[in-house]
């Protein structure tokens, strides 16, 4: 709009120019043909539309005259929306060098609302009271009704209904306590069923296979629960909770076996396999990685292929959760030097006859 006023300004001016040199006869005679012609025109157009810098224009070269001259002028509006336009002008130009006042309570810092959703997230039972309290304890100074506002804008809802604590977020809490266990089957080329059990650490991911039989005996089970418990006395584990599903295979001796051992043992639902999915996730593993691709003879070539597993699964195989770093074995220093990155010398080590297969650095 600017640059069109600016060229219509310029434009006027040479109009301007172009009549100081003209007689007052040859300026009315022009006079008088410009009003037939705005006849004309308002003969043919029912209503002319005026832009805004149009208005602008008239506005600006005919404020000046009174309204007697302004009515006896031939124009495509009325006098009074000449002066409108004129009154609209001074509006905008007086809102354009006022700036306006600010109403109001005054935004949020952001690294206020970012902290106040923090808190809310790692505090399921804090109400906004309860955040307002420990951001006073920082010094930080905000109203509790903010807090309250900006909880609800995240749609984050009041405390009481973000207690309940799911059981996704109780296996992530208590990971470092928490051990699972389960049963798996397989079958060897004579279609005899073998009976496997295995015990994961959630923490650290280490597996322990305690045993493999056709016929799991309650006395088998116990005595796989004493060995168990023996193990994680002599490697000072630390874990309080045993996860397992409602085999019958668990009895009353094997979870009292547990308990003397100091450690609770914790049920899952019926036919809920995912109560139980870092164990699920690890007998996938297995089946996968080993039993899918093993033709297994007996019972003693079973024992010897999950001995085997087990070493290459805690000592070498990475994992996510861990950082692909293995249970029981740290990442190595990332490689900088460009003289080893450009001469790597990578050596395989083949595991049950090239089934499971470790690479490592040729020394």
């Known amino acids: 709009m600017l640059l069109r006023l600016a060229y219509l300004a310029m434009t006027n001016t040479f109009t301007l120019l172009r009549l100081l040199p003209m007689s007052e006869r040859d300026k009315d005679i022009e006079i008088l043909a410009l009003r037939h012609q705005l006849l004309v025109l308002q003969r043919q157009v029912d209503k002319p539309a005026f832009t805004a810098t149009d208005r602008a224009v008239l506005a600006g070269l005919l404020h000046h005259l009174p309204m007697g001259k302004l009515r006896q002028l031939l124009l495509l509006v009325r006098p009074d929306t000449i002066l409108r336009w004129h009154r609209n002008l001074l509006k905008r130009r007086h809102a354009a060098t006022c700036i306006p006042r600010r109403r109001g309570r005054p935004p949020t810092v952001r690294s ?10 790692e505090n399921s039972s804090w109400g906004y009271r309860r955040i307002h309290g420990e951001l006073a304890a920082l010094g930080i100074k905000v109203a509790a009704s903010t807090i309250w506002e900006i909880l609800r804008e995240q749609g984050i809802p009041p405390a009481p209904e973000r207690q309940n604590t799911t059981w996704a977020d109780f296996l992530r809490s208590q ?3 928490l051990l699972a266990c389960d049963f798996f089957e397989t079958r060897t080329l004579t279609g005899a069923r073998l009976y496997v059990f295995a015990v994961i650490e959630h923490a650290t991911r280490r597996i322990r296979i305690l045993g493999a039989t056709a016929h799991p005996t309650a006395g088998w089970v116990v005595q796989l629960g004493r060995n168990l418990a023996m193990d994680l006395r002599d490697t000072g584990s630390e874990a309080k909770f045993l996860i397992r599903d409602r085999d019958c295979k668990f009895t009353q001796a094997f979870d009292a076996v547990l308990a003397d051992a100091g450690l609770e043992v914790v049920t899952s639902g019926v036919r809920m396999p995912r109560m139980n999915s870092v164990m699920e996730r690890w007998i996938q593993t297995c089946r996968r990685e080993l039993l899918d691709r093993t033709l297994i003879w007996d019972q003693r070539h ?3 292929a999950l001995r085997e597993f087990e070493s290459f699964y805690n000592g070498h195989r990475p994992h996510r959760a861990l950082g692909q770093a293995a249970p029981r074995r ?16 990578i050596h395989r080590r083949d595991r049950l006859g090239g089934t499971l297969h470790e690479y490592q650095h040729a020394a």
Not at 112 to 121: D, F, G, K, Q, Y
Not at 330 to 345: N, Q, Y
């Open 302 to 304: 079973l024992l010897h």
């Open 175 to 177: 990971a470092d306590a």
């Open 330 to 345: 740290p990442l190595p220093e990332p490689t900088t030097e460009p003289g080893k990155i450009k001469h790597l010398k």
């Open 112 to 121: 206020i609302r970012t902290l106040v959703l923090r808190l809310a997230r």
